[in-house]
């Protein structure tokens, strides 16, 4: 259903992604989820639905997570999947790494709460159809209820012709 692209490097993709945020550009979509105090329960996934109605332009997927210092490991293993409206188009498991070798937090903020932005991809994804898309995540840590997750979240920026949406 979908195809990656060759539109931007990596780094292009996200400098775009922070430079839209840093000049008020609104994302295509941004949602998030709240996680419930007990932890990330291992067989409840965050879904986010979202109607894509432009075949023509790539799409740059931002997966976001917002973590307190309960969190117990330097790194979070997700299931993922894309779901359009027929079956499912994509399905992984990622790693993120969330602290360097030093224990030191990759994210932003400052204090006890830390704020992760990962890309999805290298490349930015075209969809083929119109519909809605599901993209869903599951924490994959083989344990029952993940701590210190507070929020997790999607961001989606619109590429058009290869170029930020200003």
Request: hydrophobic share 40%.
């Amino acid at each position: 259903m979908f195809r990656y692209t060759s539109v931007a490097p990596l780094l292009v993709i996200i400098a775009a992604a922070f430079n839209l945020s840093s000049c008020d550009e609104r994302p295509y979509f941004e949602e998030y989820l709240k996680v419930n105090k007990s932890g990330w329960i291992a067989d409840s996934s965050a879904r986010f639905q979202v109607e894509i109605d432009d075949t023509s332009s790539a799409y740059a997927l931002v997966f976001n997570l917002r973590a307190n210092d309960n969190y117990p490991y330097s790194n979070l293993y997700l299931f993922r999947k894309i779901l359009s409206e027929e079956s499912t188009e994509y399905a992984d498991t990622a790693q993120l790494f969330l602290a360097d070798a030093y224990g030191r937090w990759l994210g932003d903020g400052i204090g006890e709460l830390k704020t992760f932005q990962r890309a999805y991809r290298r490349e930015p994804l075209s969809f083929r159809k119109k519909g809605i898309y599901t993209f869903e995540f599951s924490q994959a840590m083989r344990t029952d209820a993940l701590t210190g997750v507070e929020e997790v979240g999607l961001t989606i920026y619109k590429i058009e012709d290869g170029k930020d949406n200003k």
